[in-house]
C-alpha cells in the first residue's frame, strides 16, 4: 500500500479513500458491522448483558467490536473495486 512521504497524500489514497466513502460501500459496510457486529457481542458481551452489568468499559468494547467488521468491509470492498479497475 502506497505511504504518505512528507506530508504528501498520493493519489492512490485518495483514491482509496474516495471508494471507502462511496455510499454503497458505507451502506454494505454498515449492514455488514450490524450483523456481526451483533453475534460478536453476543458472543462475547451476551453473560454480561444478560446481568445487567454494563458499565463504561464495556460499552466501550461493544462499540470498538462493531467497527471491526466495518473496517473489514469496508476495506474489502475497496480493495475488491482497485483489483477490478485495475488500480
Do not use: Q
Request: aromatic share 4%; charged share 15%.
Amino acid at each position: 500500500m502506497p505511504t504518505a512521504h512528507r506530508g504528501k497524500v498520493h493519489s492512490s489514497e485518495r483514491s482509496a479513500l474516495r471508494l471507502a466513502c462511496d455510499a454503497a460501500v458505507v451502506r454494505r459496510a454498515l449492514v455488514f458491522s450490524a450483523v456481526v457486529g451483533f453475534v460478536l457481542i453476543a458472543i462475547n458481551h451476551g453473560d454480561a448483558i444478560l446481568a445487567g452489568d454494563i458499565g463504561a468499559r464495556k460499552w466501550l468494547k461493544m462499540g470498538l467490536t462493531v467497527l471491526v467488521p466495518y473496517a473489514v468491509s469496508t476495506l474489502s470492498s475497496v480493495m475488491a473495486m482497485r483489483a477490478m479497475r485495475g488500480s
